[in-house]
């Protein structure tokens, strides 16, 4: 009995129009609410909103033919593109599937290293964004060992991975003598529910695996620490994209 329930129950749902069920699901979780003292309410409400942002992250990458759409909609490829010139080195640490290493390559001209930590990303990359300007290694963004040095480091969405920050950074620049780096980092000062999450005790992060998400301040002492100077900043779409030098 329990069983043709549960099928009736589904049945009913895929009748209902898309208005329909999301009126229904409006109501419930309302009801819900409403029953509860107000930071439990809000404890359950960014719970529910952290798995729909989940879901609606796989959804953007289904529907974007397998690349986030964030990265058409936010253009942040054009912040590396711009900053890099003809036939410089660089080596993209983290660089995932390649989406930004292939426009590096493509639209800067320049001699692309990406390395990344998962060997599925590695192989993606070369298949979907394989140029000839660009060779792709799985390598631990945390061991840092290349021969030679380059121009330009990229580290887009990788730093708040990482536990010991400045340290890494220290060692990047000593290993390989970049001029400059290109970082691209989260902002814990994004929406006004970021600090409501923490103070109610629910996971403010957009990622689980984030050990950190900046304010400028932080930001800024942490490239200060780690002995780099910033030349250019720019805070878009809940995020810091900066340009910072050795000092």
């Known amino acids: 009995m329990e069983k043709q329930g549960l099928d009736l129950s589904a049945q009913c749902m895929d009748e209902l129009t898309s208005e329909d069920l999301q009126r ?23 719970g529910l909103d952290a798995s729909l942002y989940e879901l609606q992250g796989r959804l953007s990458v ?71 300007n660009i060779t792709y290694q799985v390598g631990d963004a945390l061991h840092i060992s290349m021969d030679g040095n380059f121009d330009v480091v990229i580290l887009s969405n990788v730093l708040e ?22 970082l691209r980092v989260p902002l ?19 990622d689980p695996t984030h050990f950190t998400e900046y304010t400028l301040e932080s930001f800024a002492l942490e490239i200060k620490e780690a002995g780099l100077k910033v030349t250019h900043q720019e805070v878009r779409w809940g995020e810091i994209w900066a340009e910072a030098v050795p000092q």
């Open 161 to 182: 991975h990482l536990r010991q920050r400045p340290e890494f950074l220290r060692r990047v620049v000593g290993t390989i003598h970049p001029t400059r780096v290109l």
């Open 24 to 46: 229904f699901i409006i109501g419930v979780v309302t009801h819900r609410v409403e029953s509860l003292p107000p930071r439990d309410g809000l404890r359950f409400l960014f």
């Open 62 to 132: 289904a529907y974007g033919g397998g690349v986030h759409t964030k990265h058409r909609h936010t253009r942040y490829h054009d912040f590396f593109t711009g900053r890099i010139n003809p036939g410089e080195r660089v080596l993209d640490i983290g660089c995932g599937i390649g989406a930004l290493a292939f426009d590096v390559a493509d639209k800067s001209r320049a001699q692309v290293v990406g390395t990344d930590l998962s060997p599925d990303n590695i192989a993606i990359a070369n298949t979907r964004y394989h140029h000839f």
């Open 188 to 206: 814990f000062e994004r929406d006004w529910r970021v600090p409501l999450k923490e103070e109610v005790g629910i996971d403010y992060r957009l």
